[in-house]
């Protein structure tokens, strides 16, 4: 495929991707992949694409960088209640709830930048 009709693709694509997204609330993925006779395994197979290529156009190469050899390796342990997830402590006031099908999280405004953008990363994954 030349380059220019893959660009083509990808941009019809882009549109359907949005479309998909963009779906009533409580329908899903498949469902409306199913009801806009758009094949699941070519969805994905061009969502990847996207994804791949916006990644590139930030300035990063296609591959995620690996840890480097010796460089330390740290985790966290985050506890995980079977509560409601609307029954915060009464000394936490979120100041912005991010809910999708799988997981709800708030936030405070105190949040770093860094810590942000990873919780966001690992959202838009769930």
């Known amino acids: 495929m030349d380059k220019s009709t893959h660009e083509i693709r990808l941009t019809q694509w882009k549109q359907i991707i949005e479309q998909c997204q ?43 960088p690996s840890a480097q050899k010796g460089s330390p390796v740290s985790f966290a342990e985050i506890s995980f209640s079977s509560q409601s997830a609307e029954a915060y402590p009464a000394s936490f006031q979120p100041t912005a709830v991010i809910k999708t ?6 936030l405070s405004d105190k949040v770093s930048d860094r810590l942000l953008d990873r919780i966001l990363q690992e959202v838009a994954r769930a």
């Open 22 to 64: 963009h779906r009533h609330e409580g329908q899903t993925a498949k469902q409306w992949l199913a009801d806009n006779q758009i094949s699941e395994k070519s969805y994905y197979y061009w969502l990847r694409k996207l994804r791949r290529s916006t990644y590139e156009q930030t300035g990063h190469s296609a591959s995620l």
């Open 101 to 106: 099908a799988r997981a709800t999280v708030a």
